[in-house]
């Protein structure tokens, strides 16, 4: 069964850094799913942070754009996110997402806590 699991989150100042990782568990899902992480707070829906589609190309949220980067690492089935500039309302559980037509997997999610 494919896993997707992510790690790195945790507490951090704002103006801070954190990078996220996403372990896909399937070589083949890996290689031929688009990637993104997505992320939640309690009581609002869960939001696209960046998608990274099968070529490779990618789309930021504006909110993030210009501090988060995603990297892709063939090698080892990894998707990460490093967040540089870190603000409190960068606060949320951070979700990996590997999909392709029907199939749809999800992290655990890992939580963002951004203090002022």
């Known amino acids: 069964q494919v896993q997707v699991v992510e790690s790195g989150g945790g507490l951090v100042q704002a103006g801070g850094s954190l990078r996220l990782s996403c372990a896909v568990t399937?070589?083949?899902?890996?290689?031929?799913?688009?990637m993104g992480w997505y992320r939640q707070v309690p009581g609002k829906q869960r939001d696209l942070v960046v998608v990274?589609?099968?070529?490779?190309?990618?789309n930021y949220a504006d909110s993030v754009k210009g501090r988060f980067t995603v990297s892709r690492d063939n090698a080892k089935n990894t998707f990460d996110l490093q967040m540089n500039s870190l603000k409190p309302e960068d606060t949320a559980v951070y979700y990996c997402?590997?999909?392709?037509?029907?199939?749809?997997?999800w992290g655990q999610g890992t939580q963002v806590t951004v203090s002022s």
């Open positions: 990274m589609s099968r070529d490779g190309s990618t």
């Open positions: 997402r590997s999909w392709y037509g029907s199939r749809d997997y």
């Open positions: 399937s070589q083949f899902v890996f290689d031929t799913n688009a």
